[in-house]
């Protein structure tokens, strides 16, 4: 039997690209999922895609942000099917700029979302697993939580953040024997609306060409599937993957 059939997942990021392609794949595994993100009609029509195919899943309105939200989301997926067996902290944004810029505003946004976000879930998820003394925390860092280049700066910093966090946690988790298990996974460049949180023409342009080798959000998934569907005794702790052609 799958090691994916009737475990809980909740899913953050959800409404597009990695997380959606992650909700069809878990789903169509027999995960039962909790989607979350801000966009509701994208998070309705997954929800039915889903059902329509034979899965399971529903959805909660949550801004990562937000740890009330995180709080919220977590006591309802708690209700509704009684247990999280993996938390996927997938929600994240990109909009880079060279420093000089000065985008603080966007700064601020990149260090909620994608460092805050991923704490405020482990401190509202995690805590369920331990006591049960069983979970998974799977984080999305990136190939830019691995390398530093011009205009991804901030970005990569959050990124680098999310890795540490990962081998923390993973440390921390050992030490105590709680059996949840930690996977950081780190893609390179993958088709999604991820440019689109971009404001800087140039750095966008820039990245459209750089985007054009990227593969299809489906691989990531399916290697958060294969991470999930291992013995409960082996944890699969890092992965990168890039385009078989992208260099940096
Ligand atoms: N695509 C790549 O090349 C790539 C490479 C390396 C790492 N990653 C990482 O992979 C993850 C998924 O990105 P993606 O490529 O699939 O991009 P995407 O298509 O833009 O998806 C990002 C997801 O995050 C959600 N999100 C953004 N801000 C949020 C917030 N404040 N609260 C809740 N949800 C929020 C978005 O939903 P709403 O807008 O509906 O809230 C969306 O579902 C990110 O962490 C990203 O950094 C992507």
């Given at each position: 039997?799958?090691?994916?059939?009737?475990?809980?997942?909740v899913?953050?990021?959800?409404?597009?690209?990695?997380?959606e392609?992650?909700?069809k794949?878990?789903?169509s595994?027999?995960?039962?999922?909790?989607l979350?993100?801000?966009?509701?009609d994208?998070?309705k029509?997954?929800?039915?895609?889903?059902?329509?195919?034979?899965?399971?899943?529903?959805?909660?309105?949550?801004?990562?942000?937000?740890?009330?939200?995180?709080?919220?989301?977590a006591?309802?997926?708690?209700?509704e099917?009684?247990k999280i067996?993996?938390?996927?902290?997938?929600a994240?944004?990109m909009?880079?700029?060279?420093l000089a810029?000065?985008?603080?505003?966007?700064?601020d946004?990149?260090?909620?979302?994608?460092?805050?976000?991923?704490l405020?879930a482990?401190a509202?998820?995690?805590?369920?697993?331990?006591?049960?003394?069983?979970?998974?925390?799977?984080?999305?860092?990136s190939?830019?939580?691995h390398?530093?280049?011009?205009?991804?700066?901030?970005?990569?910093?959050?990124?680098?953040?999310v890795?540490?966090?990962s081998e923390?946690?993973?440390?921390?988790?050992?030490?105590s024997?709680t059996n949840?298990r930690?996977?950081?996974?780190?893609?390179g460049?993958?088709?999604?609306?991820?440019l689109?949180?971009i404001?800087?023409?140039?750095?966008?342009?820039?990245l459209k060409?750089f985007?054009?080798?990227?593969?299809?959000?489906?691989?990531?998934?399916r290697?958060?599937?294969?991470?999930?569907?291992?013995?409960s005794?082996?944890a699969?702790?890092?992965?990168?993957?890039?385009?078989t052609?992208?260099?940096?």
């Amino acid at each position: 039997m799958s090691n994916i059939k009737n475990k809980v997942v909740v899913l953050t990021g959800a409404s597009s690209g990695i997380g959606e392609a992650t909700a069809k794949e878990l789903a169509s595994k027999g995960a039962k999922l909790v989607l979350a993100a801000r966009r509701e009609d994208r998070l309705k029509k997954l929800q039915d895609e889903i059902q329509t195919s034979g899965g399971q899943a529903i959805y909660k309105v949550t801004d990562v942000s937000s740890r009330q939200q995180i709080e919220e989301l977590a006591a309802y997926a708690l209700n509704e099917f009684g247990k999280i067996d993996v938390l996927v902290n997938n929600a994240g944004i990109m909009p880079q700029a060279f420093l000089a810029e000065n985008k603080v505003d966007e700064w601020d946004k990149m260090i909620d979302v994608n460092i805050k976000g991923v704490l405020y879930a482990i401190a509202a998820i995690v805590p369920s697993m331990r006591e049960r003394k069983s979970g998974h925390v799977i984080n999305l860092s990136s190939v830019a939580g691995h390398n530093i280049y011009p205009g991804g700066t901030v970005y990569s910093g959050t990124k680098f953040a999310v890795k540490a966090i990962s081998e923390g946690l993973r440390q921390e988790e050992a030490i105590s024997a709680t059996n949840i298990r930690v996977t950081n996974i780190s893609p390179g460049a993958v088709n999604s609306e991820l440019l689109e949180t971009i404001t800087d023409p140039t750095m966008k342009a820039g990245l459209k060409e750089f985007y054009q080798v990227a593969i299809d959000a489906d691989g990531i998934a399916r290697a958060i599937a294969f991470a999930i569907e291992q013995p409960s005794d082996i944890a699969i702790n890092e992965m990168i993957i890039r385009p078989t052609v992208q260099v940096g």
